[in-house]
C-alpha cells in the first residue's frame, strides 16, 4: 500500500474551515484515498474517499490533486464536535471486502472555540 | 447506514481470566471483520481478519492462541482474550464492511471500542 504523510497536528478556530493535507506520492492508479477520523475512546468513523475527482459530502469535502500525489480534506465550517484525530489511508479498492486497513499517526485535529 | 455493535464497551478482569468481546453486524452480512488494538495515544494496530467459516488471520506479533477468534455467523465474530495479563489491557476495535454498499470501495464500519482493563 502507498504510505501517506500527515501533519502531527493542527488547530483551527471554530467555524473556520479546516484543511488537513495528506501526501501519497507513491499511490498507484487503482488506490482510492480514504479518510476516517478517531474522536477520543470512540471507534473511527468513516469521512469521505475518492479515486481520482474530488468528492463532497455531508461531512466534507476530499481535494484531490491532479497527479494524485497529494489531497486535502476540507471541513468548511468546523465544530468543537470536529476535534478528533483524522487518518487519510491509500488502498485498493475491492469487491470482496477482505482487504485491511492500515492506519499511521494521523493528524489530531484542535477547534478552537 | 451500516453499524457495527461491540459488546462489552468496558470491562475489568482479574489478571489469569479470559475475557470474550463481540462484534455484530447489526443491519448487514459481514463475510470479514478485522480486529484492531489500541493503546494509549497510538495510532490503531491491526490485529487480526476474521473469516466467516474459517480460521482467522493474524498478524505478525499477534498470539493466536493468546487472542482467539471465532466467526461463527456472518454477523457476528467474537475476541477473546485468554490468560489476560495487565499488559493485555487496552481499546480493541472491530469493523467490516458492508458489502451492498459503496462497491469497489474499500469502506469499513468501525465498532464504538471495547476498553480492557486488566488487574
Known amino acids: 500500500d502507498a504510505k501517506t504523510t500527515q501533519p502531527t497536528s493542527m488547530d483551527c478556530a471554530e467555524g473556520r474551515a479546516a484543511n488537513l493535507p495528506c501526501n501519497h506520492s507513491t499511490i498507484s492508479g487503482n488506490e482510492y484515498v480514504y479518510w476516517y477520523r478517531q474522536i477520543h475512546s470512540q471507534g473511527p468513523q468513516y469521512i469521505i474517499h475518492g479515486l481520482k475527482n474530488n468528492e463532497t459530502n455531508e461531512m466534507a469535502s476530499l481535494i484531490i490533486t491532479e497527479d494524485r500525489k497529494s489531497s486535502t480534506l476540507i471541513l468548511p465550517h468546523a465544530t468543537l464536535r470536529d476535534t478528533a484525530v483524522y487518518y487519510c489511508i491509500v488502498r485498493v479498492g475491492s469487491n470482496f471486502g477482505n482487504e485491511k486497513l492500515t492506519f499511521g499517526t494521523g493528524t489530531r485535529l484542535t477547534i478552537i472555540p | 447506514g451500516a453499524v457495527v455493535s461491540q459488546h462489552p464497551s468496558w470491562v475489568i478482569c482479574k489478571s489469569g481470566t479470559s475475557v470474550k468481546i463481540e462484534c455484530r453486524s447489526l443491519?448487514?452480512?459481514?463475510?470479514?471483520m478485522f480486529w484492531y488494538r489500541q493503546f494509549p495515544k497510538q495510532s490503531l494496530m491491526l490485529m487480526a481478519t476474521s473469516n466467516e467459516g474459517s480460521k482467522a488471520t493474524y498478524e505478525q506479533g499477534v498470539e493466536k492462541d493468546k487472542f482467539l477468534i471465532n466467526h461463527a455467523s456472518l454477523t457476528l465474530s467474537t475476541l477473546t482474550v485468554t490468560s489476560a495479563h495487565p499488559e493485555d489491557s487496552s481499546f480493541y476495535i472491530c469493523?467490516?464492511?458492508?458489502?451492498?454498499?459503496?462497491?469497489?470501495?474499500?469502506?469499513?464500519?468501525f465498532g464504538a471500542g471495547s476498553r480492557l482493563t486488566v488487574l
Open positions: 443491519d448487514f452480512q459481514a463475510t470479514t
Open positions: 469493523s467490516a464492511r458492508d458489502l451492498a454498499a459503496r462497491s469497489g470501495a474499500n469502506v469499513l464500519t
